[in-house]
Structures are given as structure tokens and as C-alpha cells.
């Protein structure tokens, strides 16, 4: 092949990738329109907001210190024969009269940091990044105010534990805060002090969540909670370019997420045996799409990846997909909490609408809540800003 031809190969591949990518690149566009006066009210919201940390609010039953984040396990109850015993499970049934506290300061400051990125990305201005910091500075710097970087009193069960592997998938909140810092990391007001200082505090709190037990057993849950781990684990070493947990997340959803959590038509088992099979669905589909949205790279594309007899996260996303479109439709037990509630503009929807060129994907997301306020849903959406997401 002579020099010309060569070029005009390139030239004409180049021509083709480009028509590829531009279905993608207009729905982005569309993602924006829908969302751009939804995300400047909710930063406008977020500048008039000062830090409220772990350490505003203590609870008795915490073993833990001031700077420790402390959660109670939502499924336990006190006995009844034994009202000063060891709580009993109830599985699906939320005990209104736990401690909460902990848990909605950090879904708040998630809710801040998310909305000034998302402002920040549409519109540059540095104001967003000047208060983002006053809360990154709070929760993460400041020795008065900070978090420790362990999870060691988190979904605490009164009589049982003081803490279990199990709560760290409290800290997925913390996602759209580490994204929020990398989407705003350029800009002149952060200082090199802030950025290592932060950076610092996530490099801590990755090496507690793969070296301390309570990570590991997290790490090696079947369920939900495996696929949790996997994915603030990518969110927290992105933003500290840690390639070796990268690398290792990736393959950790290839040869152990995909085949053992998806059935071979798209369903999650694990799931739908439990008493919200709905709900627990709709949340480790969205886990594992942000996965594959925050690990995919040219050489290794999750998007694309099957195992050999076919899952994948399309096929995850197609069999959930008309279930979202009609409820109705839902061929397994309804949740005995919170059925009425979802769905919501699940994350899968939009970024898989946008990587599969698929405009009915996209309407659905688009007709659905995207600024729900039941706690339990908040909660269960820790990706509620699409846009620091998208490239």
C-alpha cells in the first residue's frame, strides 16, 4: 500500500468513526437540555449551603469517636419478647428509628458537590468551584471537622455489631464527590494543597477499603454489595490515577460481577429473590453501568464486553429496560417497600442511551423523576448527576 492510499484509508476511517459518534454526541446535547435549569436551581440551592460533616451529630449507640461516620443496619428491629436484647431482621422493612444523621449529611454533601459540578461543566464559572471547596475543605481537611477515611461503625446492629463489611456501601454517596473534584480539578481556585490533601484522603480511605476485613468481606459479597465495592472503589481511584485497583476492577466485573450476578436473559437472581426485587434490580443495573462508564478505555471496552455465552451489559440493560417503560410488566414480586415510588431517570437509562445510540431508552429516562425526594430512593441513586458523567 503506497503512502496516498494509506491516507485516504485513514482519512475515510476517520470519517466513519465520526459519523459513529455523532448520534452519541447529540443526545449528550440532549441530556443537557433536559437537565440544564433542573442543575442551575439545585447549585443555586447548593451555594446557600454551609458543611454539615460526621461530626455535627453524635449518636449514643455509636462506638465510634466524633470523626467516625456512624450507620445502623436498616433491617433490625428490637425483639419484642426481649426490647433490650439483640435486634431481629426484617428483611426489607426499614426501622424508622435508626440513626440517619451521618448518612444524610454525606447524601447532602453528595447533593452539593454533584450540583456545582454539573453548573460548574455547563457553565465555567469559578464560583462553584469556590464553594465546593468550603464543603470538600470541611469533610475532608479540616482536623476539627474531617471524616476519618474507615468505615468501622457503619450499619451497626444493636446487641450484634458495632460495625459490618456490609455498610460500607454507605460511602457510594461519595462518588459523585470524588467525580465532582475531577471535573473541577483545572480550575485556578484549587490549590495544589487542596487537591493533594483530598486526593490524600481518598488514597487513605481506598487502602482501608482493600486491606481491612470489613473491605474484603465487601469485596466478596455475591449481591449488590460486591457490585458496590467494585464501583467506588473505580470512582475513588480514578480521581487518585490509581491504575493498579483500576486494572483490577475491571477485571474483577469480567470474571466475577457479569457471570455470577447476571442470569443468562439479563436478570439479576440474587435480586429478585429478595422482598424489593424491583428496587435491588433497578440499583445493581445502575451499579454496573457506572462501572463500564468509568472503566471502559479503548483497549478495554466493558461496554462491549461479553462473557462467552452472552452477557453483558446491554443485555442487562434490554432485559430491565421494558420494566421501566411498564411497571406493570414485572414479572416478579412487587417491593413490600417503596413500589409506588420507582422508577426513577435511573443513570443506566440515560448512559446507556447515549453508548447505544438508543433514543427510546432515552425518552423513558427523559419522562421519568429526576430530582426524587424519598430518602429511601435518594439513597438508592447515588449517580443523580448525569452530566459530570458524560465525556
Known amino acids: 500500500m503506497n503512502r496516498k492510499t494509506l491516507v485516504l484509508l485513514l482519512l475515510l476511517l476517520g470519517a466513519v468513526a465520526g459519523q459513529a459518534g455523532r448520534p452519541a ?23 446557600q449551603q454551609a458543611p454539615v460533616t460526621v461530626t455535627s451529630s453524635t449518636s449514643p449507640r455509636s462506638a465510634g469517636g466524633p470523626h467516625d461516620f456512624f450507620s445502623e443496619g436498616d433491617y433490625w428491629w428490637p425483639d419484642p419478647a426481649n426490647p433490650t436484647g439483640p435486634y431481629l431482621q426484617r428483611d426489607g422493612e426499614t426501622n424508622p428509628a435508626n440513626f440517619v444523621a451521618h448518612r444524610q449529611a454525606m447524601i447532602r454533601f453528595s ?87 483530598i486526593k490524600t484522603w481518598f488514597a487513605q ?36 490515577g490509581n491504575q493498579e485497583l483500576l486494572n483490577f476492577c475491571r477485571e474483577r466485573y469480567k470474571t466475577v460481577l457479569l457471570p455470577t450476578q447476571m442470569a443468562a436473559n439479563g436478570s439479576f ?12 434490580s ?30 453483558s451489559i446491554r443485555r442487562g440493560i434490554e432485559f430491565l429496560y421494558p420494566f421501566v417503560a411498564n411497571k406493570n410488566a414485572w414479572p416478579f414480586a412487587k417491593d413490600v417497600m ?8 435511573q443513570p443506566f437509562l440515560v448512559l446507556g442511551a447515549v453508548q447505544f445510540n438508543q433514543p427510546a431508552w432515552f425518552a423513558v429516562w427523559q419522562r421519568l423523576d429526576h430530582a426524587p425526594q424519598v430518602e429511601e430512593l435518594v439513597r438508592n441513586l447515588p449517580v443523580r448527576n448525569p452530566l459530570i458523567w458524560l465525556n
Open 111 to 197: 447533593r452539593i458537590m454533584g450540583a456545582l459540578a454539573s453548573a460548574y461543566k455547563l457553565t465555567h464559572d469559578a464560583q462553584y468551584v469556590r464553594h465546593a471547596l468550603v464543603h470538600l475543605r470541611a469533610w475532608f481537611l479540616d482536623p476539627a471537622t474531617l471524616m476519618n477515611p474507615s468505615l468501622l461503625y457503619a450499619q451497626a446492629i444493636t446487641g450484634r455489631f458495632t460495625g459490618r463489611g456490609i455498610g460500607i456501601i454507605d460511602t457510594i454517596q461519595l462518588m459523585e464527590v470524588a467525580q465532582g473534584v475531577l471535573v473541577m480539578q483545572a480550575d485556578k481556585q484549587f490549590s495544589a494543597s487542596d487537591l493533594t490533601g
Open 25 to 47: 454526541r447529540k443526545l449528550e446535547r440532549q441530556v443537557e437540555a433536559v437537565l440544564r435549569r433542573q442543575v442551575l436551581a439545585e447549585a443555586a440551592w447548593a451555594l
Open 269 to 280: 437472581p440474587l435480586e429478585t429473590k429478595r422482598t424489593k426485587p424491583y428496587g435491588y
Open 205 to 240: 480511605y481506598l487502602t482501608w477499603l482493600t486491606t481491612h476485613p470489613y473491605g474484603q468481606d465487601e469485596m466478596k459479597a455475591t449481591n449488590n454489595h460486591g457490585t458496590c465495592w467494585v464501583m467506588q472503589v473505580a470512582a475513588f481511584a480514578r480521581l487518585t
Open 338 to 345: 417503596y413500589w409506588d415510588n420507582w422508577p426513577v431517570a
Open 282 to 311: 433497578l440499583f445493581n443495573l445502575d451499579a454496573m453501568t457506572m462501572i463500564c462508564q468509568m472503566l471502559s478505555s479503548p483497549q478495554d471496552n466493558l461496554w462491549a464486553y461479553q462473557t462467552p455465552d452472552g452477557r
